[in-house]
């Protein structure tokens, strides 16, 4: 088994190659591709190093599993074409998501949706995947109806350049906290990520906004897509608020639900208690609850903070953390992986 990485050098790309070490994933061979720029360079993989190629035409001759994280439009170019050759491409970007041909897959919640692929699967986006662990075993059970989102987002999600843009913006303005109280907005840092201050701040805009003018971002849009998509409701009233937050690794999510069927927080952590890949931290006696540094390097995403809105015995409200690197992308694809090779 030949196995590509595309995007190798990159958050995602990088933590892949790390899951793929952890999880003995069972490869002959690795070939590593990125951009021109970083042809040449080595990157650990298990007791060895591989050297990143740059990225040609027909990198997937003899590729049996491409696992690609380069971004939409490097996606949109070289999938289609990759998958009509036989090589079965794992992608996660957002480019074919909402594809009728391409399933959008989570193991823990929709296997199934795997079956009858035609060589492109998708993995989710990094916020509606943390969304979906808790999401998913609450539906099956009492009916997801109505869901609400406000999600707190790491700056890896925009991949490594976010997180540099970050650290150089908390260098800068350390020094000069106490001017923070009443800033000058003409010395505020503001880099090509973010466009905005990110250090010592949050920025309600995640992607960009929506072409059509809705007001939402398209990082809020794929909230309700993707939800809609994997659970399979396609009729679910879904509204997004997807904010950037100073934190490097862990996207937050907070949660309001309606379903279906009444519902107590006891039945809701015992339904989410016994879902795999999730982890109940939800004690308010004893301080616990999931903050994303406790979910940093982790594999299960968290949920904690379930209550229930005064006087609706059909809602929830719930705040789950994930690593967006890892269940958000890199460990999610790579679970992909292993269950296509399973099937
Ligand atoms: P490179 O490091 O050479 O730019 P991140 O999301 O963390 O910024 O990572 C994006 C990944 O996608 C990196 O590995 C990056 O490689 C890769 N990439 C970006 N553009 C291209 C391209 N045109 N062809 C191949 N790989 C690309």
């Known amino acids: ?3 590509a ?3 190798a050098t990159g958050a995602v790309g990088r933590t892949i190659l790390q899951i793929l070490d952890e999880r003995a994933f069972p490869l002959d061979d690795l070939v590593a591709f990125a951009s021109a720029r970083s042809e040449g360079v080595r990157l650990g993989f298990r007791d060895d190093e591989v050297v990143v190629r740059a990225l040609h035409d027909r990198w997937f001759e003899g590729v049996d599993l491409a696992l690609t994280s380069a971004g939409g439009a490097v996606a949109r170019q070289i999938l289609p074409a990759a998958a009509a050759a036989g090589t079965v491409c794992v992608d996660n970007s957002s480019a074919f998501r909402m594809d009728r041909d391409v399933p959008v897959v989570i193991p823990e919640i929709n296997p199934e949706a795997l079956d009858g692929h035609k060589g492109i699967v998708a993995n989710g986006n ?37 997180v540099r843009e970050l650290a150089e913006q908390v260098d800068k303005l350390h020094e000069q906290i106490e001017t923070l109280t009443r800033p000058d907005p003409q010395a505020l840092p503001a880099g090509e990520v973010f466009g905005r201050t990110i250090a010592f701040n949050v920025v309600p805009h995640a992607e960009r906004f929506d072409p059509e003018g809705s007001g939402f ?4 849009l794929k909230m309700g897509n993707e939800v809609r998509k994997v659970l399979g409701i396609p009729d679910l ?3 997004a608020t997807a904010v950037r937050v100073p934190v490097v690794a862990g996207h937050a999510v907070s949660i309001y639900g309606r379903f279906e069927s009444p519902v107590s927080p006891k039945e809701a952590r015992e339904v989410l208690s016994r879902a795999a890949g999730l982890r ?4 308010p006696a004893r301080d616990q609850y999931p903050t994303p540094l406790d979910a940093a390097g982790l594999d299960d995403v968290l949920v904690g903070r379930v ?14 953390v994930g690593d967006n690197l890892r269940k958000g992308a890199a460990l999610n694809a790579v679970q992909i992986a292993e269950l296509l090779i399973e099937r």
């Open 5 to 7: 990485v595309v995007g």
């Open 307 to 320: 209550r229930q809105p005064d006087g609706d015995d059909r809602a929830l409200l719930l705040f789950a």
């Open 217 to 220: 971002t398209t990082e809020e």
């Open 280 to 283: 109940v931290v939800d004690d």
């Open 126 to 162: 990094c916020t509606a995947i943390t969304a979906l662990m808790a999401l998913g075993p609450l539906h099956k059970r009492f009916g997801l109806r109505l869901l609400v989102t406000s999600s707190y987002q790491s700056v890896s999600g925009s991949g490594m350049k976010g």
């Open 1 to 3: 088994m030949r196995v």
């Open 237 to 239: 009233v879904c509204s």
